[in-house]
């Protein structure tokens, strides 16, 4: 078992600001610790409006990864598509039969949260509305996303069929930073973009306010109230948050900006453990080796309220033994971490080298070592 230095206390999270009670639904999440700092109704489902963007995005991004979709490819926008998203909510006004890089429609659908550019989009990355919408919700389900469904690639009012939650979206975050950093930070963060030779400005209430800030998506209708899926990084910290259901756009930008700030100034970070370090061992039955060396996949930190002198403790999780063959690189198990006065959270172990099956030497030596005190 891994365990930090014995320190005496015993801590509780540190004081919410006032200005994030605010919001019927908030959660905070530092994805470098895995940990959860803050939850209100994180569970609950509603509609995301415009941050269904975010879904579309990372479609988008994975079809660029594997080489299906190319950024520079011009896209004819089809007659009828401009003559239908026309004027419906925030727009770039596409001109039937104007000729734009795909790369301007994703900045559009991201920073000027258009429409018109995520509906043509869609079309010419997938040939259709309904396979762009098959592909979120599988991407979707491929995220462990249960409780989340998408029925509109903008998120333009569909009855209520598009629903999400604050946990989900973070799951949803967290693959876009993480599975194309690069994409990520091309396109997301910026407040502005200039199109037709003005400035089209994003409605992130972070963008260009809050240090660190580099994302994701807002999200507002009358019936939904003001959403918004934020992400900043200071100092090696990844703070993801989700605010939903904000009365009003003051209200959100106060509860981001509070959330924001009190997760990365009323807890502490520190290193917990790195990339490839040996925590513990996992038995392995039928295998060439009777055990294999557990690992994590990435750094992970440990964050703490601001001055904790609290003992964290440390054990590890996993149904066995495994059964061979195992493969390097294998999430096995997990590293449970507890830190008084706050719920545990568990960071992915996987496994540190490859086991065969065991032949009739192995079975023959694992079974003389079994006997051995």
Not at 137 to 146: C, D, E, G, I, P
Not at 325 to 352: C, K, M, S
């Amino acid at each position: 078992m891994l365990a930090l230095p014995a320190r005496a206390g015993d801590p509780a999270g540190p004081p919410i600001p006032a200005s994030v009670r605010s919001a019927p639904i908030a959660l905070l999440v530092d994805l470098s610790a895995g940990q959860t700092l803050y939850a209100h109704q994180a569970e609950r489902r509603f509609r995301p409006a415009s941050m269904t963007k975010a879904m579309s995005a990372l479609v988008a991004f994975d079809l660029i990864k594997i080489g299906k979709l190319d950024e520079e490819a011009i896209v004819v926008v089809d007659p009828g598509l401009a003559a239908q998203w026309a004027g419906k909510g925030t727009t770039l006004s596409l001109r039937a039969g104007e000729r734009l890089p795909v790369k301007r429609l994703i900045e559009g659908m991201i920073t000027a949260s258009a429409n018109d550019a995520t509906e043509v989009l869609a079309h010419h990355a997938a040939g259709s509305r309904g396979k762009w919408l098959a592909l979120m919700n599988a991407r979707a389900s491929s995220l462990s996303m249960t409780d989340s469904t998408f029925a509109s690639p903008s998120g333009w009012p569909d009855g209520g069929k598009t629903q999400v939650t604050a946990r989900d979206m973070v799951r949803l975050a967290r693959a876009l930073i993480e599975d194309h950093p690069e994409l990520y930070r091309r396109y997301f963060g910026h407040p502005v973009m200039t199109w037709r030779g003005t400035q089209l400005a994003s409605r992130n209430p972070l963008a260009g306010r809050f240090k660190g800030a580099d994302g994701i998506k807002t999200g507002h209708t009358s019936e939904v109230g003001y959403n918004f899926l934020g992400a900043a990084v200071r100092d090696g910290r990844r703070l993801v948050l989700v605010i939903g259901g904000a009365p009003s756009e003051a209200t959100r930008a106060a509860a981001a900006q509070g959330l924001a700030e009190w997760g990365f100034t009323a807890w502490d970070s520190r290193q917990l453990v790195r990339k490839g370090q040996v925590v513990g061992r996992a038995l392995v039955q039928d295998g060439s080796a009777p055990a294999v060396d557990l690992v994590p996949l990435r750094d992970w930190r440990l964050t703490v309220p601001h001055g904790s002198t609290a003992r964290v403790t440390t054990r590890i999780v996993y149904r066995g033994p495994l059964g061979a063959p195992i493969e390097a690189g294998q999430v096995v198990a997990g590293l449970e971490v507890t830190v008084p006065g706050l719920p545990p959270h568990d960071i992915p172990l996987a496994t540190g080298q490859r086991v065969t099956r065991a032949g009739p030497f192995d079975r023959m030596v694992n079974g003389l070592l079994g006997l051995l005190p």
